[in-house]
């Protein structure tokens, strides 16, 4: 099938499905943000979700390629745009973006720390630096900076900023981290090396910066968890788990090290102490948590339950569950992230609109991209 005749087979077969109602084409106008983009909306997959630090926005992406903005006091969608690949036509881009999917997924985002700027990790094997102006009369939503790039960078399954903003961190399906100038096109300020010798578990699927900036923690399919030096690139320590890791997270101090893992039979999070390597405590999240997020204060962990749909709030002084949000849809949970002031937390999940829970009393109170009907 030559190209021509793919685009046509590809156009035909987006109309039906938008005549049957299976995709849903949502348009933003030239006037407020520039551009139209393609958006199934309430069937959305998200796959990384945070708060800004300010706390009065939320960015979320997932597979389909696509960055939505809201509002923490709105259900409705603020902006949406849509990653493009200059090698594809813009029209197959727009008339058929599921088929692209593979390649333009985002796995992982973070916030500039003045939250003017944000970085996305993509399937693509690209970090991609955006600004953004979410204001009603500005010409463009998002701004795309800078596309770094390595020859020994896959699939980019995390990223991370420096607390001071001068760094980005990324790791994915490969054994190095790259630690990147935020403000430098090119090459990677540094890279360390590495996870995964020896062993057929590949890739690191998770990054975090100490709040000093001074330390990198990263998690790995290999099975441990590493922590670096950030201004030389040297391996400090290292924790072996014997189970995938998927998440890893400094406390706000500093003192204490998460990183929760997966496994189908041993679901445990491990807490350690940050300065001496000791493991504190064990927690269980029952069905397995791919997504920890630690509370403003340090004094609380939440973590998000891969395949029973609950969010376990633990206090860290007893080592005890103390509160459990329950998804009444019972999804996937593959992204937590507590408010600033930590009165709220965000959850990423499978298919469907983003809760946003109170954490005094554990109800949702706002599903972003689902209004209530008037």
Known sequence: MNFKTRKNWLRVVSKQALRIGFLFFFAISQESFGQIYYSPHEEFDTTTVAFSPNGDY?????FDGEIRLWRKDSCEM???????????????????????SLERGILSLAWSPDGKKFVIGMRDQSVRLYSINPKPDDNLLFDEH????DDYQLTVRAVAYSPDGRFIASGGHGSHIFLWDSETKGSSARRFCCHNPGTRRFGVNALDFSSDGKLLVSG???????????????????????YEIYSVKFSPDNKLIAGSSYSGEENIIYLWDAKTGVEERRLHHPEGSWSISFNPNGGFLASGGFLDGKILIWDLSSGKSVQTFRDPNLRQIRSLSYSPNGDYIVSGVTYGPLPLWAVQTGKIVRGFGKCPEN
């Open 58 to 62: 939320i960015l979320s992406a997932g």
């Open 78 to 100: 603020q902006g949406i745009a849509l990653i493009h690949d200059p090698h594809i036509p813009p029209e197959l881009q727009y008339e058929f973006p599921a088929y692209l």
């Open 146 to 149: 800078v596309v770094f790039r």
């Open 220 to 242: 790995s399919s290999d099975g441990t968890v590493k922590v670096w030096d950030t201004s030389t690139g040297n391996l400090l320590k290292t924790f072996d788990v014997n």
